[in-house]
Nanobody
Framework: VQLQASGGGLVQAGGSLRLSCLAS????????MAWFRQAPGKDREFVAG????????HYADYVKDRFAISRDNAKNTVYLQMNSLKPEDTAVYYC?????????????????WGSGTQVTVSS
């Protein structure tokens, strides 16, 4: 499975961005998907996840009520809508997929990773 993330950029605090991740080469509808992020000097951290069907989602506390993950299995794409962005959201954002239908937050359980897209939030 190959993953290609896009949609990052520079935005002012309080603004919005929508990230997309297009999957190819596998059975997308069988894979739980997630977004992780890594800021300079910090460990990679879980942001949001969706089950294979899209019926279940889960968010890290620090993005809950601001970010929304969704997927379109017909388009092999997972999205991350990011609203009310803060400078501390600045990071490289990665989409990830796993061979399982349930959401997990541990990055080592994801077998497939996109190349990442930079999100920079200015104050």
């Amino acid at each position: 499975v190959q993953l290609q993330a896009s949609g990052g950029g520079l935005v002012q605090a309080g603004g919005s961005l929508r990230l997309s991740c297009l999957a190819s080469g596998g059975t997308f509808s069988s894979n739980a998907m997630a977004w992780f992020r890594q800021a300079p000097g910090k460990d990679r951290e879980f942001v949001a996840g969706t089950s294979a069907s899209g019926h279940s989602v889960h968010y890290a506390d620090y993005v809950k009520d601001r970010f929304a993950i969704s997927r379109d299995n017909a388009k092999n794409t997972v999205y991350l809508q990011m609203n009310s962005l803060k400078p501390e959201d600045t990071a490289v954002y990665y989409c990830a997929g796993r061979n399982g239908i349930a959401i997990v937050t541990r990055d080592w359980e994801y077998a497939y990773w996109g190349s990442g897209t930079q999100v920079t939030v200015s104050s």
